[in-house]
């Protein structure tokens, strides 16, 4: 029996000292000037795989943007899945962020092609605007590998609001229909930490919806995208947290990767000093 | 300017007789005895080859299933890339039914990679929980290029109910809310078809929610998977269309390619057929 997805994911944040997560959003206008660019696909490699050498003894989890490696077609999705490959050597937790979602023949594809074993990620982020039957073939193969998913259910952007926040007649909110289905898919794969290896993406851009799903989720881990350049603060990124100062991942993006240079250090430096600020910023916001 | 992707939808299906698409889903353990199976990628590669020649003079598009080709990682994206180009040169319109979306930013990366010429193809299938900023950069990509797009409404899944048929506390279901931000989004660029170029992806298996997205969203095409495998018959497929028989392109996938082979013809022939029941078979349905 593989180990539990969540148990191994809060064990890695306790041992890095922090519950966060490096995005990896290669964009070939923004890469550092010491990386050659005369071939964008080579830069993004050379760049994503440089930001994991200087991340991996800093953050527990590392998150890849599949749409930064398709926008260069085959070639940008071999590179991201050489840097998965690469972050799963450096001992990095590996969160998939695909978004994928489909009808049940096609969603199995999706799993075997970025979730599964060998070449699969740790977890993936999946679409549950199709419901139950189009992510179940999801987590069949997580619960079989001892990998975990996290569904969207609050996402960071400003447009989310004009869907996922609208009252149904039951009283709940499209969110929270999407996370019920959710909650019910991951009820039978609970850790000893006590989540589920089916987790949710809950934005930190959206404190308020953020505390009332902390509530009626106890057992579901929530990715929170948004901290730093999307605009969430640390009040925002408290309402994500039990008392405890479990229950999320905090990921940031742009704030790290992409930090302006100076002096003499290297831009792997200028990464790795932006990682330990993310790391640290959230142990104060979690100690407070 | 380009052609309005409606108006050359519209004008295909006209030519070939009816608003028919055959989907390209490539599964291994299926293909025709006479594709050599040493290798899966050459195999699913020579199937969907074979496939788009023999349906290109019978139906107006194909619609390759993104999910079958990254089973089989960049390689098989490689594939899924190559019989996109290899249907364009055919004449055939291409829906790559991938079923993208994210935030603005990285839904930006996804239309340059699977959309935007000179790769892409011409219309994508979105998936629209993120709200109108995620659908918009697809939107841009498709609105300079002549290209469409079909965001996710109605599926043709049974677990789509427990989200999608619930209602809102306005009165609205799911759907129809993500229906209005996707209604919305297209009315600034409708062809002289009096179509927009986003459409909706709404399934031949709930006829009644068909009906009444049907008369909610007059400048929407709708594109119609479910018919055949999925269990949608005549009188489902019918509420997809307008009175005058246009509005819908109806899609089938399993039913077409995977036809068991009798006699002397070969497997390209008997595809070839079955692509002319589909295109016979809703001829009539638009008839009555």
Redesign the interface.
């Known amino acids: 029996m593989p180990h539990h997805f969540a148990d191994r994911l809060l064990d890695a944040c306790k041992t890095k000292g922090a519950p966060v997560c490096v995005g990896l959003?290669p964009v070939l206008e923004r890469l550092p000037d010491a990386i050659d660019q005369s071939g964008p696909v080579a830069a993004i490699e050379a760049f994503c795989l440089g930001v994991i050498d200087a991340v991996a003894g800093v953050v527990p989890a590392v998150k890849p943007?599949s749409?930064?490696f398709?926008?260069?077609?085959?070639?940008?999705?071999?590179v991201?899945?050489r840097a998965v490959a690469h972050a799963k050597a450096a001992g990095l937790i590996v969160v998939g962020d695909a978004?994928?979602?489909?009808?049940?023949?096609?969603?199995a594809?999706?799993a075997?092609?970025?979730l599964a074993d060998p070449?699969g990620c740790d977890s993936l982020t999946v679409?549950?605007?199709?419901?139950?039957?189009?992510i179940?073939p999801f987590q069949q193969v997580a619960r079989a590998q001892g990998k975990g998913l996290f569904v969207?259910v609050r996402?960071?952007?400003?447009?989310?609001?004009?869907?996922?926040s609208?009252?149904?007649?039951?009283g709940r909110t499209?969110s929270e229909?999407?996370g019920d289905?959710v909650a019910g898919l991951g009820a039978d794969c609970v850790g000893e930490s006590g989540y589920s290896n089916v987790g949710m993406v809950v934005g930190a851009t959206k404190p308020e919806d953020a505390a009332k799903l902390r509530q009626r989720y106890p057992q579901q881990l929530f990715l929170v995208?948004g901290f730093g350049a999307?605009g969430g603060g640390a009040e925002d990124v408290r309402a994500c947290f039990k008392p405890d100062g479990t229950g999320a991942l905090i990921t940031a993006s742009r704030s790290v990767i992409y930090v302006s240079h100076e002096g003499n250090s290297t831009w792997q430096q200028v990464v790795e000093q932006a990682a330990i600020q993310l790391r640290d910023d959230v142990s104060e916001i979690m100690r407070v």
Do not use: F, M, W
Request: glycine share 18%; aromatic share 6%; proline share 7%.
């Open positions: 959003d943007q749409a930064c398709e926008r260069y077609g085959a070639p940008g999705v071999a991201y899945h978004k994928r979602g489909d009808i049940g023949t096609s969603s594809h999706y075997h092609g970025l070449h679409n549950g605007y199709l419901g139950g039957d189009g179940e969207l996402t960071s952007n400003p447009g989310g609001d004009a869907i996922q609208l009252p149904l007649a039951d499209v229909a999407v289905v995208p999307q």
